[in-house]
C-alpha cells in the first residue's frame, strides 16, 4: 500500500483493481459509441459533446447539486430538442451498468459498517472527523473489511510496531489507527478542506496509494490530480524501480464507487438523496459546535435547524433553492409554507430528503427539526442534531401527535 511520504516503496495493488479497470474501460467504450452516434446528427454535434462531457464531469467530480442543475439547465437549452437528453440518459446508464460508481450499487460491506465507530474514533483524534465516509471508502477498496490489516497499513510509515511488509500488521484497530492518520497527513498535504472538494479529495485519495510524494509532485508539475498524471507517476516510477508496476493508477474511481460523501448516481444530479448522505457521514458529533460557529453563532445555541442547513449548504440544495439557511423552526416553516412546499402532517407520507419538524409541547410553534432518512411500515426515521445534544438517527410513528409537518425539497 503506502511505502514512504516520498514513495519510495513498493505499492501493493489488488486484484479487484484489475477488474474494476476493465469495468472503467467499458464505460469508455460505451461513451465513444454514444459521443459517434451524436456527431451523426448534424446540428446534434456540438450538444452531444457537451451531453458527454458534462455528464462525465457530473459523475467524476459532483460538489453539490447546484452546479449539476446549472450543467443540465445549460445543457437542455443549448440541445433544443431530445437527442442531447438521449445522450445523457445513455451515459448515465451506461455508467450504472459498468462502474457501479454509485452508493446503491456498491454498498460497504458489513465488516467495514462495523468499523464505524474505531474510525469515527481516530479520524476525530488525526483531525479529520469530516471524512469518515471517504475512510469507509478506503478500506471497501484496500480489503472490503476482511483480514488483519484492513487499511493495508502495514508499509505506512506510522506502523512501527509490525514488520513493514503487506499484510504484517495482525491488530485490526492498530491498521485503522495508522491508516488513518497516514490519510490524514494525505489531506493535508492535498490541502483538501472539505471532502466534499473533489479535485483535492482525489489528490489526497491517490497520495494514500502512492505515497504521499505524489501530492508534492501531482501539485508542482500539474497543479492537481488527473487520471492522466497518476498514470505517468506510477509508470516512472515502476521505470525507476525495475518494476512491472507501481501502485494502482485508477485508485481514486476505485475507492469512490464506495464513497457516499459523493452521494448516489442521481444526487449527483439532483442533490437531494446527498444530504442524507452527509447528515449520517456526522453521526455520534456531539455539542453540535461545528454547526453553530458554521452558522456564524459564537456561543452555543439550539442548534438542530442548524445542523439541517449545514447539511442542506454541504449538498449544495441551500444553493439551489431547495432548503433554506434558517437557525429557528419557525423561520424554516415560513419559507416552506411561502413556497409552497409545506405539507401538514395528516395524510402525508414523507419520503427521504424531506425536512422533518416537531411541535414537542403542541402550541402551534415548532421546537425541533431533522431530515427524513426513510418511511417504512408506518414509521418514519430520522437523522437529527441536538437530539440529546448530538446527532442521533431516531425513529416516529408517522402519526405521532409530535410531528408538526414537513418541508418538501424541489
Known amino acids: 500500500m503506502r511505502s514512504s511520504p516520498a514513495a519510495s516503496g513498493k505499492i501493493k495493488t489488488t486484484r479487484n483493481a ?151 500488521i495482525t491488530e485490526l484497530e492498530y491498521s485503522i489507527q495508522g491508516g488513518v492518520q497516514y490519510y490524514a497527513s494525505c489531506v493535508a498535504e492535498a490541502g483538501c478542506k472539505s471532502p466534499y472538494n473533489m479535485d483535492k479529495l482525489k489528490l489526497s485519495l491517490q497520495g494514500y496509494n502512492y505515497g504521499n510524494g505524489y501530492i508534492t509532485w501531482a501539485i508542482r508539475n500539474h497543479g492537481g490530480y488527473s487520471e492522466a498524471n497518476a498514470l505517468q507517476f506510477s509508470q516512472e516510477q515502476a521505470a525507476a524501480h525495475g518494476w512491472a508496476r507501481y501502485g494502482d493508477p485508477e485508485y481514486v474511481p476505485h475507492v469512490l464507487r464506495y464513497y457516499s460523501g459523493g452521494g448516489g448516481l442521481f444526487a449527483g444530479l439532483f442533490g437531494n438523496e446527498q444530504i442524507v448522505t452527509i447528515a449520517k457521514s456526522q453521526l455520534g458529533n456531539a455539542g453540535g459546535q461545528k454547526f453553530w460557529s458554521w452558522y456564524g453563532f459564537d456561543g452555543r445555541v439550539e442548534w438542530c435547524a442548524c445542523f439541517v442547513s449545514w447539511c442542506a449548504d454541504q449538498s449544495g440544495l441551500t444553493a439551489s433553492g431547495s432548503v433554506p439557511k434558517f437557525s429557528l423552526c419557525d423561520d424554516g416553516i415560513t419559507w416552506f409554507k411561502s413556497r409552497g412546499r409545506w405539507k401538514d402532517r395528516s395524510g402525508y407520507t414523507p419520503v427521504a430528503v424531506t425536512i422533518i419538524f416537531f411541535d414537542w409541547v403542541k402550541n402551534g410553534v415548532s421546537d425541533h427539526v431533522g431530515i427524513v432518512e426513510r418511511c417504512e411500515n408506518e414509521i418514519v426515521y430520522t437523522l437529527e442534531g441536538n437530539s440529546g445534544d448530538a446527532v442521533k438517527e431516531r425513529s416516529y410513528p408517522i402519526n405521532s401527535p409530535i410531528i408538526m409537518g414537513f418541508g418538501t425539497l424541489n
Open 18 to 168: 484489475v477488474q474494476q479497470g476493465q469495468k472503467l474501460q467499458a464505460i469508455r467504450a460505451v461513451r465513444r459509441t454514444a459521443a459517434k452516434t451524436a456527431e451523426s446528427a448534424g446540428t446534434a454535434k456540438t450538444a452531444g459533446r457537451t451531453a458527454k462531457t458534462t455528464v462525465r464531469g457530473m459523475k467524476a467530480a459532483v460538489q453539490g447539486a447546484v452546479t449539476s442543475v446549472k450543467a443540465m439547465g445549460a445543457l437542455l437549452a443549448s440541445a433544443g430538442g431530445f437527442l442531447v437528453v438521449f445522450v445523457v440518459i445513455a451515459d448515465i446508464i451506461a455508467g450504472a451498468m459498468f462502474s457501479g460508481s454509485s452508493q446503491s450499487a456498491e454498498p460497504l460491506s458489513q465488516e467495514v459498517l462495523a468499523y464505524t465507530p474505531t474510525i469515527q474514533k481516530y479520524a476525530a483524534e488525526y483531525g479529520i472527523p469530516d471524512y469518515v465516509s471517504v475512510l469507509q471508502a478506503i478500506i471497501m477498496q484496500e480489503s472490503g473489511g476482511r483480514g488483519t490489516d484492513p487499511m493495508q497499513s502495514s508499509e505506512c510509515p506510522y506502523n512501527t510496531r509490525f514488520p513493514n511488509s503487506p499484510n504484517a
